[in-house]
């Protein structure tokens, strides 16, 4: 006998969702659903893709292997100032790991050198370093 009186407390079969996550994808995952229609990324994304960068793509040297986007890595790089992610390597890893940043690179997952790199050179070389502190 139980110290309230009671003698049996009947309780309940706990059952809990299943997750697989090895669990392989028929189809790929829409990161565009994830991101809502009002989020400052999409503000990000508007914006830059109305800047003038002839001047960062005949940077480029033709030839080698395939690079990134330049609009790209500008956009990755400013939404990461504007979330106070200073250091290329936090926003790499803030790539792989943020939805929204995947959601702005397209699935696409540039090292901490590209992001260096392409983007210091590429700001200045665009006269953008009024506009972009780096």
Known sequence: MCIFGLNSIQMKKVIFKPTNKNQPSL????????????????????????????????????????????????????????????????????LKENVYFMWLSGQCFPDFHTLLLGNGAAIRSAGLRGYVYI
């Open 27 to 94: 189809f790929p995952f829409d990161f565009n659903s994830l991101v809502d229609s009002g989020h400052p990324v999409r503000l990000i994304d508007k914006i830059i893709d109305k800047l003038e960068i002839s001047t960062i793509i005949s940077s480029y040297k033709g030839g080698g292997t395939s690079s990134y986007h330049p609009m790209m890595l500008l956009k990755v790089v400013i939404f990461g100032y504007l979330n106070n992610l200073f250091s290329s390597r936090k926003i790499a890893r803030a």
